[in-house]
């Protein structure tokens, strides 16, 4: 189509502005700000707000599953890397001076209750990362260092969906204390 602005540059703009503001802090002309284009220019692209939301959110969900993915490609034992991997999140979060969390997060706090596309997009983002992690904890119960209490499936669900639960607690407090409670309490109870 020949379009002079770069889609994947203005979702990416969109992730930021999102992330740090919310949905409904962010209207149409602060996109366009930031990502310097046009009003005629973003409808070549978007249907609406919540179409480039849907989007952004897509694109933040694809993105992090390969993150996630590689992630576990590193030489560790699985148990070893659901330790590593969460703490590292424990630790972008402090780098980030507990400000935003992750966008898919606060866009189902914010808005899963009201915009049924936002909520099935997240939704899916977080289904699909859930998948990869309990691919790893799969190999850590076949191996014998994650309890076989629980399917794997169960596991991921659990540990994600606490991590998530912290980010409430980590944005009030500006704190990773509740963070690092949970990960103290929930490596003891998947450990086999």
């Known amino acids: 189509m020949g379009y002079k602005y770069n889609k994947e540059n203005i979702l990416e703009t969109g992730y930021h502005v999102l992330r740090k503001n919310g949905y409904h802090k962010v209207g149409i002309n602060e996109i366009l700000k ?45 148990l070893a890397l659901i330790k590593a991997f969460y703490k590292h999140l424990i630790d972008i979060n402090e780098q980030d001076d507990y400000a935003s969390g992750c966008l898919v997060n606060a866009m189902s706090n914010e808005t899963g209750r009201i915009y049924d596309k936002l ?8 289904e699909s990362w859930i998948e990869v992690i309990a691919g790893i904890i799969k190999k850590g119960q076949d191996s014998g260092e994650i309890t076989k209490e629980h399917t794997a499936k169960e596991l991921a669900e659990f540990l994600h969906t606490g991590m998530y639960g912290t980010f409430a607690r980590m944005k009030v407090t500006r704190s990773r204390q509740f963070m690092d409670q949970w990960f103290d309490m929930s490596m003891k109870f998947i450990e086999g």
């Open 119 to 126: 909520a099935k997009a997240s939704n899916e983002s977080f």
């Open 34 to 78: 930031e990502a310097g284009i046009p009003k005629g220019s973003f409808y070549n692209f978007f249907e609406s707000k919540e179409d480039f939301t849907v989007q952004v959110i897509q694109q933040y969900g694809r993105s992090n599953r390969q993150w996630i993915e590689e992630f576990f490609q590193q030489e560790m034992s699985p």
